[in-house]
């Protein structure tokens, strides 16, 4: 494998259900993130890990929430979502948090839930 | 002040044309600017990117175009392919990226 890799690549979940999406980087970075991506609207950066600590949390519901283990994996756990968070999920890595590093995308997980 | 409008939404352009894709920002302690091209299936990749000490960078038929005083940026895509039909975001940055919400490109054979 090479690159950034997510899975699953379709997830359909109740309101009830949890589940959780997985990323892995093969780059040998420090950071990951977690983006939203929703029709016609601009990317919206979830969450930020530098060296498998959060650094950004740009006011996520805690229905989502992001575990790093280690600095080649990210995961983020859902739980009793909403309708309206329906989306196609993005995981991202780059050298480190820095704004201007060139961030690495996998292909995102399109999450519908019902 | 923490956004960046992009436009048009949508973009048809006839093959061999220039596409031309325009984005306005607020802040000016943004200090780097990239475009990011993303195909369908696929998460966006990092296609050119400028910083606000000059005012245009060219990239085999890719253009950033940088208006420091208007505050504005722009990508341009000479002789258009068909290849060259996917969604383009630009960003602008300080300390984190602000996205703009993306252009589709048609690249009319």
Request: with cysteine.
């Amino acid at each position: 494998e090479t690159g950034v890799t997510q899975t699953p690549r379709h997830l359909v979940m109740g309101m009830t259900n949890k589940k959780s999406l997985k990323c892995e980087q093969h780059l040998g970075h420090n950071a990951m993130y977690w983006y939203k991506q929703s029709a016609k609207k601009p990317l919206e950066l979830m969450f930020v890990y530098s060296l498998e600590e959060r650094v950004e949390n740009n006011s996520v519901p805690s229905r989502f929430s992001p575990e790093c283990p280690n600095s080649s994996h990210l995961f983020l756990h859902l739980h009793t979502l909403q309708p309206e968070d329906s989306a196609l999920y993005l995981c991202a890595s780059s050298q480190d948090s820095a704004a201007y590093n060139e961030q690495f995308f996998g292909p995102g997980t399109r999450l519908t839930v019902l | 002040q923490q956004q960046v409008k992009q436009s048009p939404q949508s973009l048809i352009v006839q093959k061999g044309g220039i596409s031309i894709i325009n984005c306005a920002y607020e802040n000016t302690a943004f200090d780097y600017f990239p475009w990011y091209q993303q195909f369908p299936g696929k998460g966006p990749a990092l296609l050119i990117a400028i910083r606000p000490d000059v005012s245009e960078k060219k990239e085999g038929r890719f253009t950033i175009s940088f208006n420091k005083s208007a505050k504005q940026f722009s990508l341009h895509i000479m002789d258009s392919q068909p290849g060259d039909s996917a969604t383009y975001f630009c960003a602008a940055s300080n300390y984190q990226l602000i996205w703009g919400a993306g252009t589709k490109l048609i690249i009319k054979p």
